[in-house]
C-alpha cells in the first residue's frame, strides 16, 4: 500500500489542523493505521492509532483530549484533527499502515516497528 500524507502547515499557538493520508489500494479496510512525529533532532514518536473497522483508537497521553484520529474507509483516509496545538507539536507528521492484526490491544501499535508502510510526512510548525 501507498500511503500520501498531506494537511501540514504553519499555524500559531491554539490553532487546529486537520492531517488526512490517503492510501492506495483495495484493502484499506484491513490494515491499522497510526501516526507517528518527529521533531527536529528528536526521535520519531507515537502520536495516535485506530483500528482496522475504526472502532477503536489509542493516543499517546501527551495528546489525549486535543488530537482525534478517524478513519474513512470508503475513501482510504485516515485523518488526525489536532486542536489546540502548542509550539511543542512542531514535528513532520507520518503516517503508518500495519497488516499485522491480532486479538491485542491498540497499544502494541505505539511501536513504529509494527507498521510495513509509511507516508512521506507532512510537516506542521506551530508558532508561538
Known amino acids: 500500500v501507498q500511503l500520501q500524507a498531506s494537511g501540514g502547515g504553519l499555524v500559531q499557538t491554539g490553532d487546529s489542523l486537520r492531517l488526512s493520508c490517503a492510501a492506495s489500494?483495495?484493502?484499506?479496510?484491513?490494515?491499522?493505521m497510526g501516526w507517528f512525529r518527529q521533531a527536529p533532532g528528536k526521535e520519531r514518536e507515537f502520536v495516535a492509532v485506530i483500528s482496522a473497522s475504526g472502532g477503536s483508537t489509542y493516543y499517546a497521553d501527551f495528546v489525549k483530549g486535543r488530537f482525534t484520529i478517524s478513519r474513512d474507509n470508503a475513501k482510504n483516509t485516515v485523518f488526525l484533527q489536532m486542536n489546540s496545538l502548542k509550539s511543542e507539536d512542531t514535528a513532520v507528521y507520518y503516517c503508518?499502515?500495519?497488516?499485522?492484526?491480532?486479538?491485542?490491544?491498540?497499544?502494541?501499535?505505539?511501536?513504529?516497528?509494527?507498521?510495513?508502510?509509511w507516508g512521506q510526512g507532512t510537516k506542521v510548525t506551530v508558532s508561538s
Open positions: 489500494g483495495r484493502i484499506f479496510s484491513s490494515y491499522v
Open positions: 503508518g499502515a500495519s497488516s499485522r492484526l491480532g486479538s491485542l490491544g491498540l497499544s502494541r501499535y505505539s511501536q513504529d516497528t509494527m507498521y510495513q508502510y
